[in-house]
């Protein structure tokens, strides 16, 4: 099994330099990947099983703009158009070993020290958009129990320093 290292907070190089170590030169399709017959462009693709993955690393403008909403579910659609698998990787969560098996169906020791959950921005779920909100409780509902654990404690902390209304929204503040 190959071992792999992300020092510190994972941004869309930092997955693309994984993701590609990981899959190999051969099946690695690259960034900015348009598909066929299509006019939309993906953060990243490789093949899997004859089949593409595209990879969309979402940060916190995929959770506070309707807009984005929009153009995220249009590439979705057309992805699925062309029989294309999407993942998309919150901005919240680490490349771990037990997240690239969730997310990607791939196996890996993957050597993170960084934390899941809001470790190093200041955009809480308090500042989503409704439909922000939503995928966010989505995304959050699915994870491994374990990643839920660390961003549910990454919530804690910020709430202890900025305060519950200016970090979780009204569905975590009602649960706490």
């Known amino acids: 099994m190959k071992t792999i290292t992300v020092t510190g907070y994972l941004v869309q190089s930092k997955l693309e330099s994984a993701l590609r170590e990981i899959v190999g030169e051969a099946a690695w399709m690259g960034r900015e990947v348009k598909l066929p017959d299509s006019r939309r462009r993906w953060d990243m693709a490789y093949e899997s099983r004859g089949r593409i993955v595209v990879v969309e690393f979402d940060g916190d403008e995929h959770y506070r703009n309707t807009l984005k909403f929009k153009i995220d579910e249009e590439k979705d659609a057309d992805a699925?158009?062309?029989?294309?698998?999407?993942?998309?990787?919150?901005y919240w969560i680490q490349l771990t070993t037990e997240t690239l098996a969730h997310y990607f169906q791939l196996s890996a020791e993957v050597v993170q020290t960084f934390p899941h959950g809001f470790i190093e921005t200041k955009i809480f779920p308090a500042s989503y958009c409704e439909m922000g909100v939503q995928r966010f409780q989505r995304e959050y509902a699915a994870l491994p129990s374990g990643v839920q654990v660390a961003v549910l404690e990454s919530l804690c902390a910020m709430?202890?320093?900025?305060?519950?209304?200016y970090v979780l929204p009204a569905f975590l503040r009602h649960a706490a």
Do not use: S
């Open 80 to 90: 699925k158009k062309h029989g294309v698998r999407v993942v998309r990787i919150p």
């Open 159 to 165: 709430v202890t320093e900025h305060g519950a209304k």
